[in-house]
T-cell receptor, first 113, second 113 residues
Framework: AQSVTQPDIHITVSEGASLELRCNYS??????LFWYVQSPGQGLQLLLK??????LVQGIKGFEAEFKRSQSSFNLRKPSVHWSDAAEYFC???????????FGDGTTLTVKP | NAGVMQNPRHLVRRRGQEARLRCSPM?????VYWYRQLPEEGLKFMVY????????ESGMPKERFSAEFPKEGPSILRIQQVVRGDSAAYFC???????????FGQGTRLTVV
């Protein structure tokens, strides 16, 4: 069965600092990989996705993620964090279909002024 | 183009009552997915439906929970005889037939008292 691990429950960074959120997955085939962001009381917004091709994918809001097959990882990065990036971030793995995914438990990002 | 619409946003039910959660997919989307998010946890897949068909219900509890997506109208997630443990946020997502992206609604937060 597929699984997704987000090792960091909570991360705090200073505004303007760089950010990396970790995601590891366990899956038997080449997965579809996603990062979502959820603000308090809101739904999920897709930041970026990887299906195939270039392993470095660009998303919205200045985020990028790199798929590393050898490490079964899909870490999310941003060079300079803004206060509005404070939210919860979810990594997800799908097989054939973006709608049916396995989600990690999320990483809560706090941004210090 | 309206996004995925869920209603109600908040729902309070007493133990033993029924809860009905509605989801209208984005225009042109024929696939609907329901997820449950317990406090401090990630989203857990419940069921995947196309119009008039349940495609995958592997995440649905065996009792009290049912889902439908009729030919006309929204998808409905129905929880009979609710218990305290059903308190959670329930999210609906929709995708086009190609399934390359899923869009989430803002969720229904169910509280069982």
């Amino acid at each position: 069965a597929q699984s997704v691990t987000q090792p960091d429950i909570h991360i705090t960074v200073s505004e303007g600092a760089s950010l990396e959120l970790r995601c590891n997955y366990s899956y038997g085939a080449t997965p579809y990989l996603f990062w979502y962001v959820q603000s308090p009381g809101q739904g999920l917004q897709l930041l970026l996705k990887y299906f195939s091709g270039d392993t470095l994918v660009q998303g919205i809001k200045g985020f990028e993620a790199e798929f590393k097959r050898s490490q079964s990882s899909f870490n999310l990065r941003k060079p300079s964090v803004h206060w509005s990036d404070a939210a919860e971030y979810f990594c997800a793995v799908g097989y054939t279909n973006a709608g049916k995914s396995t989600f990690g438990d999320g990483t809560t990002l706090t941004v210090k002024p | 183009n309206a996004g995925v619409m869920q209603n109600p946003r908040h729902l309070v039910r007493r133990r033993g009552q029924e809860a009905r959660l509605r989801c209208s997919p984005m225009k042109g989307h024929s696939h609907v997915y329901w997820y449950r998010q317990l406090p401090e946890e990630g989203l857990k897949f419940m069921v995947y439906l196309q119009k008039e068909n349940i495609i995958d219900e592997s995440g649905m509890p065996k009792e009290r929970f049912s889902a439908e997506f009729p030919k006309e109208g929204p998808s409905i997630l129905r929880i009979q005889q609710v218990v305290r443990g059903d308190s959670a946020a329930y999210f609906c997502a929709s995708s086009p037939p190609t399934g390359e992206a899923a869009f989430f609604g803002q969720g229904t937060r169910l509280t069982v008292v």
